[in-house]
T-cell receptor, first 116, second 114 residues
Framework: ETGVTQTPRHLVMGMTNKKSLKCEQH?????MYWYKQSAKKPLELMFV???????ENNSVPSRFSPECPNSSHLFLHLHTLQPEDSALYLC???????????????FGPGTRLTVL | KQEVTQIPAALSVPEGENLVLNCSFT??????LQWFRQDPGKGLTSLLL?????REQTSGRLNASLDKSSGRSTLYIAASQPGDSATYLC?????????????FGKGTHLIIQP
């Protein structure tokens, strides 16, 4: 595997379900990100992890819960979602240099989520 | 709050034409700017990254310029091909580096007619 991978690629869930999205990066990066892409709206940043610590939570509802167990893996746990949460969820990674911050981000293929 | 605008929202041109996509941002205190392409239903492919100290970057038929003081960037595509059809996204990193998220524009949907 190379680059950034995401599973599953498609997910359909009911509003009472609990599911998780998985992201894995094979680039040796030390920062990972979750973004949401809804129709007719720009890509929105949801969460940022740097060195496995969450550094930004962009006012995301608590029904979305991120987890970063190590620098290569990132999860997004979903529970009691709403139909308006249907979107493409994209994961990205980058290398961060303390005090400099190069920050070219590389994206995975995304998970297309449909909430019924 | 940083806002990124891309013009035009959509563009359709015949194959072989040179074209320019525009991006503007409201806060000139950016660290870098990145151009991506996105194919329908797919993730983002990074095309070019320009750091704030740079004026332009080139990759093959693509050239991106940055005028930080005026809050503008352009993506120039030379000799366009049908395979260039995609949505092109411009994004900026606002603060001084580190693990910062990108702020995106809505994109330019480009169609190259064979």
């Amino acid at each position: 595997e190379t680059g950034v991978t995401q599973t599953p690629r498609h997910l359909v869930m009911g509003m009472t379900n609990k599911k998780s999205l998985k992201c894995e990066q094979h680039l040796g990066h030390n920062a990972m990100y979750w973004y949401k892409q809804s129709a007719k709206k720009p890509l929105e940043l949801m969460f940022v992890y740097s060195l496995e610590e969450r550094v930004e939570n962009n006012s995301v509802p608590s029904r979305f819960s991120p987890e970063c167990p190590n620098s290569s893996h990132l999860f997004l746990h979903l529970h009691t979602l709403q139909p308006e949460d249907s979107a493409l969820y994209l994961c990205a990674s980058s290398q961060v240099f303390a005090g400099v911050g190069y920050n070219e981000q590389f994206f995975g293929p995304g998970t297309r989520l449909t909430v019924l | 709050k940083q806002e990124v605008t891309q013009i035009p929202a959509a563009l359709s041109v015949p194959e072989g034409e040179n074209l320019v996509l525009n991006c503007s941002f409201t806060d000139s205190a950016i660290y870098n700017l990145q151009w991506f392409r996105q194919d329908p239903g797919k993730g983002l492919t990074s095309l070019l990254l320009i750091q704030s100290s740079q004026r332009e970057q080139t990759s093959g038929r693509l050239n991106a310029s940055l005028d930080k003081s005026s809050g503008r960037s352009t993506l120039y595509i030379a000799a366009s091909q049908p395979g260039d059809s995609a949505t092109y996204l411009c994004a900026v990193v606002h603060s001084g580096g580190g693990a910062d998220g990108l702020t995106f524009g809505k994109g330019t949907h480009l169609i190259i007619q064979p």
